[in-house]
Nanobody, 120 residues
Framework: QVQLVESGGGLVQPGGSLRLSCVASGSIFDIYDMGWYRQAPGKLRELVAISSVGGTNYADSVKGRFTISRDNTENTVYLQMNSLKPEDTALYYC???????????????WGQGTQVTVSS
């Protein structure tokens, strides 16, 4: 059983910073990519940033402010968020495409989400 666990959310003032972490644990053979999505109330879930073998991609709204990084030895992905704005307020989800041991397929897994609130 593979699971993703996020941490690092919280309340921060506009202009502040937060760092989110997501650890994939369990019987993992390979992870193709890991990324962060977010969902604000009344809105669809959207991609924030993703890290794969081909590189990294960011939503236009976070380019230059957010940085995604991975520690492949620890099956962990981070999201450093700087210059936060009220419109960044959302529930942030970790996603990973994981190949468990004994399986030929990759499965798309989601974490439980961590709340980020940007407010003065």
């Amino acid at each position: 059983q593979v699971q993703l666990v996020e941490s690092g959310g919280g309340l921060v003032q506009p202009g502040g910073s937060l760092r989110l972490s997501c650890v994939a644990s369990g019987s993992i053979f390979d992870i193709y990519d890991m990324g962060w999505y977010r969902q604000a109330p009344g809105k669809l879930r959207e991609l924030v940033a993703i890290s794969s073998v081909g590189g990294t991609n960011y939503a236009d709204s976070v380019k230059g402010r957010f940085t995604i990084s991975r520690d492949n030895t620890e099956n962990t992905v981070y999201l450093q968020m700087n210059s936060l704005k009220p419109e960044d307020t959302a529930l942030y989800y970790c996603n990973a495409n994981v190949q468990p041991y004994g399986s030929r397929r990759y499965s798309s897994l989601w974490g439980q989400g961590t709340q980020v609130t940007v407010s003065s």
